[in-house]
């Protein structure tokens, strides 16, 4: 922690010890976390459970209705409701540690990863992300996803809290404490905190965050159904930058599920395939070539990218014809042979259905199966160029 404090000072970022919330850097084993709800919180939840079930009526024009008695907490309240909260099992994944340049360094408490809401990442949604993927211990392809990632903050005019290789060793070093071999590593720059305008001009610093996440489980490459998204695909300008601006990317992928499908697939303003909610999509056609559609006017996926150049060896083998990206219609992407997403999170997903129309023989296709194959080899055995040790 030592040297992660003076790297962050050494690159000119204020961060104030005296202001340090004990909170963010305490560390609470689990043994010790809090079981039930706190007195005072089960007290709160059976006043709002008795106005919900409770009814004298409508109040009169102008009055003022109090139904319960919100408490005014104190820190250390505010700090065990939090713990209570996280003892309740209501979160689905595991944080095992968390970097905040607010605070100056990492906790492995998930009850204090927590950001602050003036944060204009939070209200305005100005602020960028990128992940990296860990597997048997290493980080996969963070250099690509760091460059990727400083290219958005860029273009969303967000200066860097600390130069790159700080951002690198911080990115390290959080994965390092926090001891995960397999999972992900999810990370954030954003204008800053400092007040509700529209304008950042009034942010002191930009921030940096940084979460890992555990995920005992890999991907399994299992066909799925996808539809065409009826949600607005993003301009250019802005699928081509991994902003914090999800929704339309969350809207498609919950219309997918809602059709029952995995996804939606979204069409650029000319008719054309461009990408899934948050994943490329990938062809091959009836002649045997790769088939993916041009990064122009989406988002350039670092795990597309790579896979793109593990395929180069079914060309040689006479797996594939040949590879090429280009506009590709919706109706050769239906009669392609096979079709399949591709992303950090999911690797190589089989598409077996888009709509009412199967795809190819409506089974997981060889092609998709190789390329996951050859995709997770690379995570387990690939060169150092992708490959990053953790020294736990």
């Not at 209501?90 to 602050?116: C, E, H, K, L």
């Not at 996803?145 to 860097?160: E, G, T, V, Y």
């Not at 069409?267 to 088939?291: I, P, Q, W, Y």
Request: aromatic share 6%; hydrophobic share 40%; charged share 15%.
């Amino acid at each position: 922690m030592a040297n992660l404090s003076a790297s962050a000072a050494a690159a000119g970022h204020r961060v104030s010890p005296s202001r340090q919330p004990s909170l963010a850097l305490k560390k609470i084993a689990p043994s010790l976390r809090v079981a039930a709800a706190p007195a005072g919180l089960l007290r709160l939840r059976a006043a709002v459970a008795r106005a919900a079930t409770s009814s004298s009526g409508a109040a009169p024009a102008g009055t003022i209705v109090n139904p319960i008695d919100v408490p005014l907490l104190s820190f250390s309240e505010v700090a065990e409701r939090l713990d209570a909260f996280q003892a309740s099992g209501a979160r689905n994944q595991t944080y095992m540690a968390m970097y905040s340049s607010i605070f100056g360094g990492i906790t492995t408490d998930p009850s204090a990863m927590v950001i602050p809401i003036d944060d204009h990442m939070v209200h305005r949604g100005h602020g960028v992300f990128d992940t990296a993927a860990i597997l048997d211990g290493h980080l996969y392809e963070l250099e690509q996803h760091l460059d990727r990632f400083l290219k958005s903050a860029h273009m969303a005019k967000i200066p860097l809290p600390f130069d790159r290789s700080t951002i690198r060793s911080v990115l390290v070093q959080t994965v390092c404490a926090s001891k995960c071999t397999q999972g992900s590593l999810r990370y954030w720059l954003s204008v800053g905190p400092g007040d509700f305008q529209l304008s950042s001009s009034g942010c002191t610093n930009s921030a940096l965050y940084a979460i890992v996440i555990d995920s005992p489980s890999l991907p399994v490459p299992s066909g799925c159904k996808v539809i065409t998204s009826s949600i607005p695909v993003k301009s250019p300008q802005f699928a081509v930058m991994k902003s914090v601006n999800y929704l339309p990317n969350a809207l498609t992928k919950v219309e997918g599920e809602e059709n029952g499908g995995f996804t939606g697939i979204w069409l650029d303003d000319e008719g054309f395939v461009a990408e899934g909610s948050n994943m490329n999509v990938v062809f091959v056609t009836r002649n045997k070539e790769l088939l993916m559609p041009r990064f122009d006017k989406i988002l350039s996926g670092c795990t597309a990218k790579r896979v793109l150049a593990l395929a180069e060896q079914l060309v040689e083998n006479g797996g594939l014809s040949g590879i090429s990206s280009r506009n590709v219609c919706v109706q050769e992407g239906k009669a392609a042979a096979e079709m399949m997403l591709i992303g950090s999170g999911i690797l190589v997903k089989p598409v077996v259905q888009w709509d009412d129309q199967m795809i190819g023989s409506g089974k997981e296709g060889p092609i998709a199966q190789t390329l996951f194959n050859l995709i997770l080899e690379d995570m387990r055995s690939g060169p150092p160029s992708v490959r990053i040790r953790v020294p736990y």
